[in-house]
């Protein structure tokens, strides 16, 4: 079984360790995370103050629209 610390092999990443960077060319969890972390803080519809389970699914959303792209 992986340690606590990790989950399908890959390191589980505090959210407030994880860096708010564009990856649109993302496979890491981790490149992921800090792409959907990114549009959550910098898209223009998206207040610091309100972050609730509809700000995350658009942010998600965007992030897949990202990759999509590529």
Known sequence: MAAPSEVNGDPIHCAAKVPAMAY???EESAEVAANIK???QYSPHFSPFKFEPEQAYYATAESVRDSLIK
Do not use: E, F, T
């Open 24 to 26: 649109p060319l993302s």
């Open 38 to 40: 990114y549009h959550s």
